[in-house]
């Protein structure tokens, strides 16, 4: 299995969790299970991304900007849990930054499906894409189990 599969697996987590958390009202257990698993996926998935697919990326020329901007990207990512976790969940404002949650992440995962996918696909040759893959899958197991 190639680093995409591996990412898109992931990719589809985050996005069914979004979809599922947007459709919860209200403190309550389901909706703060949700938003546990949330992010804790999200920064996992952060973590074993910016190891094992930015930082090989960045040695080459025509990634560094890419990568640099998914970095930024996680780092806002990181802002919206954090406003989140200050906002009560029984208060409308908190379904409002879910939603500001669930636009950045989205189209996060879209630049990197769309644009990061295809330089990686240029400078890396198979073998390289499948041993990221297994070194992202092992990094994001550690990173759960810490979580």
Request: aromatic share 8%.
């Amino acid at each position: 299995m190639k680093i995409f599969e591996e990412l898109k697996e992931d990719h589809e987590k985050q996005r069914s969790l979004l979809k599922i958390l947007a459709e919860t009202s209200g403190d309550t257990p389901a909706r703060a299970g949700y938003f546990s698993e949330l992010k804790e996926q999200l920064e996992s998935h952060a973590v074993a991304e910016e190891r094992h697919f930015y930082a090989p990326l960045m040695k080459f020329d025509k990634a560094i900007d890419l990568s640099r901007h998914g970095i930024a990207e996680h780092h806002e990512i990181d802002e919206l849990i954090e406003t989140l976790e200050q906002t009560e969940m029984s208060s409308p404002g908190w379904l409002t930054h879910l939603k500001s949650l669930q636009e950045k992440v989205e189209h996060h995962l879209a630049d990197e499906e769309q644009e990061f996918f295809s330089v990686a696909e240029e400078v890396f040759d198979n073998g390289d894409l499948k041993k990221l893959a297994s070194e992202y899958r092992e990094e994001m197991q550690k990173e759960m189990a810490k979580r």
